[in-house]
């Protein structure tokens, strides 16, 4: 039986899903494409219900259905048009997934500790991004506010999968420094007029990489007490996009454990 109508309860909830107020109701998100949706069932999401566009879902795609199917998941077929609503870029699969605890007290990144410390990261997008660097390199995410959203539809599928990878967990400033001091971490603060640029920062050893909001930097809370470093711009550049900015820190911190090695 292929869905038609948008008004088919699973349907309405893949639509509300978008919205964070009913993600946190349900503690479900929305996962889209193939190679994502493979990802989060990989690394043992629980997919409650995946969606699959009839006329445009290729053979590519069984694999994944009867992969989703084995995991417990409902699959149900909906044409182009339910489609069109409920995907965000255009499908042609959709997943409704349970959100999984991002609970600080289960953080626990890979050795020799490389963390990057967001704070206020309002576009999805650069989420999305900065997770695919930490990917690239082995760091790993500690989000540093309540804010942020990592469950964002547009944060996942920007991601392309690195979100179900990444070890990532999520907490307000204090409890975040608290948790790098226990740990022994070094947190270097991303601040543009810094004077030590971050190819002098010492890197190498267990370092938490702190970036904030592009219009507002960090917070005087999560700045209190870290190491201030900077990526020195030409005149009359005051900033640069925050997934770029983490780039820039995550590779040199790389650069510098081989270095070491």
Known sequence: MTITSTA????????DLRDRKHRRESNQFLIEGTVEIGKALEAGVEVDLLFYDVTSASNAAVPLLQQAQQAGADTLAVDRAVA???????????????????????????????????EHIE?????????RTAAAVGASLLVCDELTDVFNPSAVRSSLG???????????AREARGWLRE???????AVPDA???????????PVAIAIGAEDTGLTPEMREGAESVSI?????????????AAAVFLYEATRQRRLVV
């Open 8 to 15: 088919n309860p699973r349907v309405r909830l893949a639509i």
């Open 84 to 118: 069109d609503r409920i995907c965000v870029r255009g499908g042609p699969v959709l997943a409704i997934a349970r959100c999984f605890s991002l609970a600080l007290e289960l953080f626990d990144p890979p050795l020799p500790e490389l963390v990057l410390a967001v």
């Open 123 to 131: 576009k999805p997008g650069n989420i999305g991004a900065m997770l």
């Open 162 to 172: 690195t979100l179900f990878s990444v070890a990532i967990a999520q907490a307000g």
């Open 183 to 189: 740990h022994s971490v070094r947190l270097l603060a």
């Open 195 to 205: 004077p030590t640029p971050f190819w002098e920062a010492d890197l190498a050893g």
């Open 232 to 244: 020195p711009m030409a005149a009359g550049v005051d900033s640069l996009n925050a997934s770029v």
